[in-house]
């Protein structure tokens, strides 16, 4: 069955795609990986940097200004047990009903709205917002306590926006959770090129030569070896060395990738349509 949605998740894609591109230009990486994998290091750019994975969600629309944002159980699970766990990106709409019409009822095409010529309250980028899976699992943890495994299929309401007077939104989470701490599109990626929260996942890839044998690094450490490797970097966007690569841990700080975290998992074969993206960022990238 169809359902009508305020936003087509391949829109949002590229709509990402673009703000990236403008934000880091060349220094940022993007790819969609195929079913199953999970971040393939040997498909990394040899620069050090950082990369992520996104995944695009979109909101249904109902009646009198709601939006439903569903998530499948199954997949969220497979996202928790990947090493580097995905960032949810979904919209927070200040409109009612479908965009593209709400839009063009205020003159604005429905091209313009992935740039900030469109204004505050049509630009994606101020209405997308950012939660780590795990963040998205303690809202619906006794749906993922039930269900328990990866198999496809059960799909359960994340949250529900209400959008009231004036485009004030409201939000109810889950079944009467806490809400949780939610990131803005654009802080996110400040944050990020400053290693971001604790518990944020990130796969990280350092000059070995900063490493010496160790197999954690603090997040200072990291900080400081991306900016001296991105001094040398040459103009034609090659770096010359070995590069090592670390995940982020939330209790240590960032810990050396085993090989183990490359393989991918099996049983995410599935018929559902995954709109997940890596992204990488040089370390020039993260100097701004």
């Not at 209790?251 to 074969?269: H, K, Q, Y």
């Amino acid at each position: 069955m169809h359902l009508n949605v305020s936003v087509p998740e391949k829109t949002l894609e590229h709509w990402v795609s673009q703000y990236l591109t403008y934000r880091y230009r060349s220094n940022a990486a993007l790819w969609w990986p195929v079913r199953g994998e999970d971040v393939d290091v040997q498909s990394l750019p040899h620069l050090p940097g950082k990369a992520v994975q996104l995944e695009l969600k979109t909101t249904t629309p109902g009646a009198k200004g709601r939006h439903k944002v569903i998530v499948d159980i199954g997949q969220l699970i497979d996202y928790l047990r990947s090493d580097v766990p995905v960032y949810y990106v979904i919209p927070r709409p200040t409109w009612s009903g479908e965009l593209k019409p709400a839009a063009h009822s205020s003159g604005v095409p429905a091209t313009d709205i992935a740039f900030s010529r469109s204004g505050h309250k049509w630009w994606f980028a101020e209405w997308m917002i950012v939660l780590t899976a795990k963040q998205v699992a303690k809202v619906l943890s006794k749906e993922v306590a039930a269900h328990g495994s990866t198999v496809r299929g059960k799909r359960e309401r994340l949250v529900l926006f209400t959008v009231g007077p004036r485009g004030r939104v409201t939000a109810r989470w889950g079944t009467g959770v806490k809400p949780p701490v939610i990131y803005e599109w654009r802080d996110f990626w400040t944050r990020l090129g400053r290693c971001g929260e604790p518990d944020w996942p990130q796969v990280v890839r350092v000059p070995s030569e900063h490493v010496q044998g160790r197999m954690q690094l603090s997040r200072d450490d990291v900080r400081s070896a991306l900016a001296d490797a991105a001094n040398s970097i040459d103009e034609d966007g090659r770096f010359q060395g070995e590069l090592t690569d670390f995940v982020a841990s939330e209790t240590e700080g960032f810990r050396i990738m085993e090989p183990a975290d490359e393989v991918p998992d099996p049983l995410l074969d599935s018929e559902d349509e995954e709109h997940r993206q890596i992204v990488f960022l040089d370390a020039r990238a993260l100097q701004n």
